[in-house]
């Protein structure tokens, strides 16, 4: 059974830094896109970062750009996702997700065929 576990939220405070990692298990990661999405209590959950299967090409919500970066090593079958600067707004469950390499675009939420539970991250102001 595949399965994607996130881990490294938690609370901090506004201009800190978190790392969160998605360890994939049960499969090979290399043909798979991998993205981080975001959730916030009474909103839709939202793209926030994806990288292609061969972590060459990554793409960021206008909102993240320039203070998160999306990482993955597939001899590891782990991604990351480095948030600096954070802010409030950056508040959410965040999740890690998978889509297979060669269908549909990167940053739909629909595109993405498996998921993990999710991990909170709190920004305090």
């Not at 998978?98 to 709190?122: C, E, H, R």
Request: a neutral charge.
């Amino acid at each position: 059974q595949v399965q994607l576990v996130e881990s490294g939220g938690g609370l901090v405070q506004a201009g800190d830094s978190l790392r969160l990692s998605c360890a994939v298990s049960g499969r090979t990661n290399s043909n798979y896109d991998m993205g981080w999405f975001r959730q916030a209590p009474g909103t839709e959950r939202e793209f926030v970062a994806a990288i292609e299967w061969s972590g060459t090409s990554t793409v960021y919500a206008d909102s993240v750009k320039g203070r998160f970066t999306i990482t993955r090593d597939n001899a590891k079958n782990t991604v990351s996702l480095q948030m600096n600067s954070l802010k409030p707004e950056d508040t959410a469950l965040y999740y890690c997700a998978s889509k297979p390499y060669n269908i549909g675009g990167l940053i739909a939420v629909g595109q993405y065929d498996l998921w993990g539970s999710g991990t909170q991250v709190t920004v305090s102001s």
